[in-house]
């Protein structure tokens, strides 16, 4: 264990807890970083791979993201370093929640990412005796179920129907390449095709389809029972489409590419080869700093994360606010709200980053950085650390 306090700067994180079970393997993580702005917020992961670092990266991300969509909650991410196919993924996770008893859901409310899903929320619901441990949970436990209405893929989409008429083009007929086919992926396909683009090629962990003339949308998401197969499915069978190899979609030809699969997948050779004239990053860090600025020298109008897929946030403080609520909230509320701001919020980016010459990554950091400065600084408060290792 690094015996130094490397991780912290002026921002944070105020918090990290780690929790492990010997006997069964369950390791896990919170990290709080910034609670300025509001009680720290952000998803939980399952991942074999899982590292601290990752989620503190994460939680970063999540403090930005909640300012930039100016709403009151400040940045946090918790993760389970297990494999979510795994038979006994229930198991620890409920080992998980009950390890942070004194955390959730008093400085944390689980939510959804990688590995988790609606039913999982409904299960920290029930582990901890409490329906505020958890947002995200399925309606019929009174959540808002975020996979279900894929908001967060519907925002994506809004976002990138708002750069490209800042570009001068239209969604109508553009060309969409979509890297990594699950819950947001498969929302952001939906809504773009609703809105008239040409879904060109989708991509899983098994590889990627490409078909010049757009492919069927409905039947990719009927085919989506297949799991990451589903692109052989899409290629033996439809006229026209074609298997690539994993990676491939990305230096695809088309309008616009959206990354919705793990972080850094973009780094600075490949964003050399990138042929979208616009990327919305649909993932949390899909492409490395390198990367965006390769992307940046080149043109390429890049969407940032916690801006193109901060509809999950939206949707969470729509949540939070409905925990012990009797009443259920609106679908179309939530989606209403999710297009409007993240339109809004693009379109305000790009124009901040235009007028300073610089990439829309910096630009939203500043912004973000600007609201969470001023918030630190009205409560007298130059920065907190409490490490619990």
Known sequence: MADDFSHVDEWGPEKVVTVAEPRSGMRGVLVIDNTARGMGKGGTRMAPDLTVSEVGRLARVMTWKWAAVDLGFGGAKAGIRWDPASPDKELHLRRFVRALANEVPSEYVVGLDMGLGED???????????????????????????DQWGVTGHGVAGAAA???????????????VVQGFGAVGRAAARRLDALGAQVVAVSTAAGAVHRPDGLDVPALLAAAAHGDGLVHHVARDVPGARLLPAGAELLLDTDVLVPAARQDVLDAQLAAGVRARVVVEGANLPADAAALRVLHERGVVVVP??????GG?????FAMDARYSVFP?????????????????TVDVLDAARRAGEPPHAAARRL??????????????????????
């Open 368 to 389: 973000a950085q600007d609201r969470v400065r001023a918030a630190m600084d009205r409560s007298g408060r130059p920065g907190r650390v409490h490490v619990r290792l």
């Open 162 to 176: 708002a750069a490209l008429a800042w570009t001068g083009g239209a969604v109508a007929g553009s060309r969409v």
């Open 305 to 310: 994360d916690f801006i193109a897929n901060a």
């Open 329 to 345: 909230v609106e679908e179309q509320r939530v989606l209403d709200a999710v297009a409007d701001r993240l339109s809004r919020n």
């Open 120 to 146: 999982d929320a409904a299960v920290v619901q029930d582990e901890l005796r409490d329906r505020g441990a958890a947002v995200g949970s399925p309606r019929e436990t009174g959540g808002v179920p975020y």
């Open 313 to 317: 946030v939206v949707a969470a403080a």
